[in-house]
């Protein structure tokens, strides 16, 4: 039996794509093998369409106290997908573990030293692990949307998966949670230390909205609406709320902050010592 050769540069060298896609494999062996991760992606599924349904049910015991311009801006896909404000802190924590566990463990040294290439190894491990944040929220929006429209339905007021913005909206909620899963990758390279890294992103998707609460209403309008959580929670969306983002620019915007925070992870994965 004969094996083909790796492919290698005009020196006999790896390629650099052989390496990414080594390195590739090698991340998502390291996932697959800790049962932390697919516990926490279980609960990632657990409280989107946990929570989505209860939310679900209070809309649906407190409609008939809504006045004529709630019922108008009702928008029954978002409340189902509800569930993924929780669902981002499981994913969001798990992030900063794809990179804090190596080093409170020591196995970074091991990682750098088999891959030279810092920043291939980070590109690998955001790759890897938006993949299969992707594929997760693929099926926690799905679930969330049909048990919320379940719900619904008893009032006669579920959305269609076809109906203009749904399809969007729900899958919005999954490209929403591989942008938090980014962020929290970013996060943990630039901060090294679970703690720390795991404070600094409660504090960007959850402290920073609840203390603009306490600032005036023009301020929490205007500025608001472009911290992450609440510029990406804009793409799951299909009534148009004049306070939010569009949903593709809220989408960018999200991006935007994981963008910057690899990038600064980067640059400091490369100055600093493993």
Partial sequence: MTTLPLPTTAIGRPTRLHVFVANLRAEWTKLRSVRSTVWTLLATVGLAVGFGALIATSQMSSWDTLDAGERLRFDPTSFSLSGLFLAQLAVGVLGVLVITSEYATGQIRATLSATPQRLVVLAAKAATFAAVVLV???????????????????????????????????????????????????????????????????????????????????????????????????????????????????????????????????????????
């Fill in 136 to 274: 997760t929220g693929l099926v926690a929006s799905f679930a969330a949307f049909w048990t919320g429209q379940v719900i619904f339905a008893s009032n006669g007021l579920d959305a269609s998966i076809g109906d203009p913005g749904v399809l969007r909206a729900v899958v919005g909620g999954a490209l929403y949670l591989a942008g938090v899963g980014l962020l929290g990758v970013g996060v943990g390279a630039i901060v090294r230390r679970t703690a720390g890294a795991v404070a600094a992103l409660v504090a960007l998707l959850f402290i920073l909205p609840l203390v603009m609460g306490f600032l005036p209403s023009s301020f929490q309008e205007a500025v608001g609406k472009y911290f992450p959580a609440q510029a990406g929670m804009a793409i799951f969306n299909v009534v148009a709320d004049p306070r939010a983002l569009s949903p593709w620019v809220g989408f960018g915007v999200l991006l935007a902050y994981g963008a910057v925070s690899l990038a600064v992870g980067a640059f400091l994965l490369v100055r600093r010592d493993a």
